[in-house]
């Protein structure tokens, strides 16, 4: 840790380059200065003047391949990307967990307070006793939950937690599938790995408490995905089939001279109010792998499915059926996508991009709500893509779905021309050009972790 007033200084002249430049690239380095100096000064005015400060940077995601295949325990391609949440963290002595995030009201959660009473009160870990770390029905979806739900991990793991304050600022578009609240998890979660455990938890330790603060804290049914790529950045191929321990292998991949770019594009539709139809992928995909006896559909042979199909549709319907369809089918796709990054087939990948897309169309159905089958406006993304493409590219649902995103991969001849299209018809600012991110969640000015 540094004091304040001496990062500002030498974010300012440059001598954090070396630093920022790995992160975010040599283009964008008088942005990122001016975003951390705006945040260090922040973070000044809301918890006081020379504290000694650690800064924090963790990536979002994109799904490239893999639409609801992590939770059944498949396989996924997935990269992070160069647009990130930074946060700015001083140790505090009052045993209070304090979390401001840029436009919102502040989190606080007492983790530790001194009992000098009865000595059975105490915990043990020592001279204390731990507050506030039970989930709160209230608190459900909201970033509160996230960071109670990552302390008390870390206390179930015998690890002593301590007060801290933390502003946090994101250029992470929300809404758009890209998982902020994932790259929120890791950032508290490393944050809380150096100033508890002094760095020794890995990457996917990391991420797995994320998870663990998401499923049971936010509520939310998701995967490891979102978090391990994260962590880890770069182009990733999970294989989830052993929940215990992931086979994550970094693809080498350099999309940037590939000739293509990655675009995301936002319907126009709020993503929140879908929860219950995202759900529902979770809840149908797994009726069919109980109906083989098994947790997930990684379990489930798939010539067995086939044979039995028409018993499966009587129990568990046929939109079940062709969810599970679908995640047999993406589940081999998302390792074709890998393997033909490895060996630079670009055509071929874009192949199975576009099959991705029209698989997560027809047979997961996650593009608009039967209950309001008036409402498209995915699926007029996902038709304006295909217009102003015509056969060139690939683009495909991205994410959970629903009210979400479309993502693109666009030749670079057209991109200019792909934008106007897109934010002519559905609103400025609507396309997003995204590079990859290489490096996971970092302490800048510190080591990576």
Same mark, same amino acid.
């Given at each position: 840790?540094? !004091?304040?007033?001496?990062?500002?200084?030498?974010?300012?002249?440059?001598?954090?380059?070396?630093?920022?430049?790995?992160?975010?690239?040599?283009?964008?380095?008088?942005?990122?200065?001016?975003?951390?100096?705006?945040?260090? *000064?922040?973070?000044?005015?809301?918890?006081?003047? =020379?504290?000694?400060?650690?800064?924090?940077?963790?990536?979002?995601?994109?799904?490239?391949?893999?639409?609801?295949?992590?939770?059944?325990?498949?396989?996924?391609?997935?990269?992070?990307?160069?647009?990130?949440?930074?946060?700015?963290?001083?140790? *505090?002595?009052?045993?209070?967990?304090?979390?401001?995030?840029?436009?919102?009201?502040? =989190?606080?959660?007492?983790?530790?307070?001194?009992?000098?009473?009865?000595?059975?009160?105490?915990?043990? /870990?020592?001279?204390?006793?731990?507050? =506030? /770390?039970?989930?709160?029905?209230?608190?459900?979806?909201?970033?509160?939950?996230?960071?109670?739900?990552?302390?008390?991990?870390?206390?179930?793991?015998?690890? +002593?937690?301590?007060?801290?304050?933390?502003?946090?600022?994101?250029?992470?578009?929300?809404?758009?599938?890209?998982?902020?609240?994932?790259?929120?998890?890791?950032?508290?979660?490393?944050?809380? !790995?150096?100033?508890?455990?002094?760095? #020794?938890?890995?990457?996917?330790?990391?991420?797995?408490?994320?998870?663990?603060?998401?499923?049971?804290?936010?509520?939310?049914?998701?995967?490891?995905?979102?978090? /391990?790529?994260?962590?880890?950045?770069?182009?990733?191929?999970? &294989?989830?089939?052993?929940?215990?321990?992931?086979?994550?292998?970094?693809?080498?991949?350099?999309?940037?001279?590939?000739?293509?770019?990655?675009?995301?594009?936002?319907?126009?539709?709020?993503?929140?109010?879908?929860?219950?139809?995202?759900?529902?992928?979770?809840?149908?995909?797994?009726?069919?792998? !109980?109906?083989?006896?098994?947790?997930?559909?990684?379990?489930?042979?798939?010539?067995?499915?086939?044979?039995?199909?028409?018993?499966?549709?009587?129990?568990?319907?046929?939109?079940?059926?062709?969810?599970?369809?679908?995640?047999?089918?993406?589940?081999?796709?998302?390792?074709?996508?890998?393997?033909?990054?490895?060996?630079?087939?670009?055509?071929?990948?874009?192949?199975?991009?576009?099959?991705?897309?029209? #698989?997560?169309?027809?047979?997961?159905?996650?593009?608009?709500? #039967?209950? *309001?089958?008036?409402?498209?406006?995915?699926?007029?993304?996902?038709?304006?893509?295909?217009?102003?493409?015509?056969?060139?590219?690939?683009?495909?649902?991205?994410?959970?779905?629903?009210?979400?995103?479309?993502? $693109?991969?666009?030749?670079? &001849?057209?991109?200019?021309?792909?934008?106007?299209?897109? +934010?002519?018809?559905?609103?400025?600012?609507?396309?997003?050009? /995204?590079?990859?991110?290489?490096?996971?969640? $970092?302490?800048?000015?510190?080591?990576?972790?």
């Amino acid at each position: 840790m540094r !004091n304040l007033n001496d990062v500002l200084r030498d974010i300012g002249s440059g001598t954090y380059d070396e630093e920022l430049e790995p992160i975010y690239g040599a283009e964008s380095l008088p942005y990122q200065r001016q975003r951390l100096i705006r945040a260090l *000064n922040d973070f000044e005015n809301e918890f006081g003047t =020379d504290r000694y400060i650690s800064i924090f940077s963790a990536p979002a995601r994109t799904e490239i391949c893999g639409n609801h295949t992590d939770h059944q325990l498949g396989n996924v391609l997935s990269a992070g990307v160069g647009v990130d949440i930074i946060g700015i963290v001083s140790p *505090n002595n009052d045993g209070v967990i304090r979390v401001k995030s840029k436009g919102l009201p502040m =989190d606080e959660i007492a983790v530790s307070l001194k009992i000098k009473s009865d000595p059975q009160e105490y915990s043990p /870990l020592g001279n204390f006793v731990i507050a =506030d /770390l039970d989930p709160y029905p209230s608190e459900e979806y909201k970033s509160i939950s996230l960071i109670r739900g990552i302390a008390a991990r870390f206390y179930l793991m015998g690890i +002593e937690l301590k007060g801290f304050d933390c502003y946090t600022t994101s250029d992470i578009v929300s809404g758009v599938g890209l998982s902020s609240s994932g790259a929120f998890e890791i950032l508290i979660a490393s944050i809380m !790995n150096s100033l508890f455990a002094d760095g #020794s938890i890995s990457p996917q330790g990391i991420a797995e408490i994320g998870k663990f603060a998401e499923n049971y804290y936010y509520k939310k049914p998701c995967g490891l995905m979102d978090q /391990l790529t994260s962590a880890i950045g770069g182009l990733l191929w999970i &294989d989830f089939y052993d929940s215990d321990m992931p086979f994550i292998t970094k693809v080498d991949f350099d999309l940037e001279n590939s000739g293509y770019s990655l675009c995301i594009i936002e319907s126009g539709a709020a993503g929140g109010v879908y929860e219950k139809e995202y759900k529902s992928i979770h809840k149908e995909m797994m009726s069919v792998a !109980n109906f083989f006896g098994k947790n997930v559909l990684s379990r489930v042979d798939e010539n067995e499915f086939l044979t039995y199909i028409d018993d499966v549709r009587k129990r568990c319907g046929d939109r079940a059926v062709l969810r599970a369809w679908h995640f047999f089918e993406e589940d081999k796709r998302a390792v074709k996508c890998a393997r033909c990054l490895q060996k630079k087939k670009m055509p071929e990948f874009l192949s199975e991009i576009s099959k991705s897309g029209k #698989s997560s169309f027809m047979y997961l159905q996650n593009v608009y709500t #039967s209950e *309001n089958a008036a409402s498209q406006p995915l699926s007029v993304a996902l038709a304006l893509c295909d217009h102003i493409l015509d056969g060139r590219g690939a683009f495909r649902v991205h994410g959970g779905g629903f009210g979400g995103t479309v993502q $693109a991969f666009v030749p670079n &001849d057209m991109l200019d021309d792909f934008r106007n299209g897109i +934010e002519k018809r559905l609103g400025e600012g609507k396309c997003h050009t /995204l590079k990859i991110r290489h490096r996971g969640c $970092a302490e800048i000015g510190g080591k990576y972790v």
